[in-house]
């Protein structure tokens, strides 16, 4: 069974840094894109970042372009998100997600469970 499982999520000042990982497993994902996603209580699910899982080609959005960043380890099956500079405006569930292709839509083939990610003022 393919499972993307979120870790590293917590509280942190604002200003502070914080990184999540997503251990991937059940299936190659040489095709793939992998990626990260939001959602704050009474929001809608807000795309942040994706990296292919072979290459280096990276997309961002404008939201959390300079101060995030992903990376990933595909001898581990692991996708990381470095967060820094922290607002309280980035208070969410933040979701893996994987999606056989070049691009990652709004609604992947996989999604993880979700880590909370609280910042205080």
């Known amino acids: 069974q393919v499972q993307l499982v979120e870790s590293g999520g917590g509280l942190v000042q604002a200003g502070g840094s914080l990184r999540l990982s997503c251990a991937a497993s059940?299936?190659?994902?040489?095709?793939?894109?992998m990626g990260w996603f939001r959602q704050a209580p009474g929001k809608e699910r807000e795309f942040l970042t994706a990296?292919?899982?072979?290459?280096?080609?990276?997309y961002y959005a404008d939201s959390v372009k300079g101060r995030f960043s992903i990376t990933r380890d595909s001898a581990k099956n692991m996708v990381y998100l470095q967060m820094n500079s922290l607002k309280p405006e980035d208070t969410a569930v933040y979701y893996c997600?994987?999606?056989?292709?070049?691009?990652?839509?709004?609604?992947?083939?996989?999604w993880g469970q979700g880590t909370q990610v609280t910042v205080s003022s």
């Open positions: 997600a994987a999606e056989r292709g070049f691009f990652l839509h709004t609604t992947p083939d996989y």
């Open positions: 059940g299936r190659s994902f040489s095709g793939y894109v």
């Open positions: 990296i292919r899982w072979s290459g280096d080609d990276t």
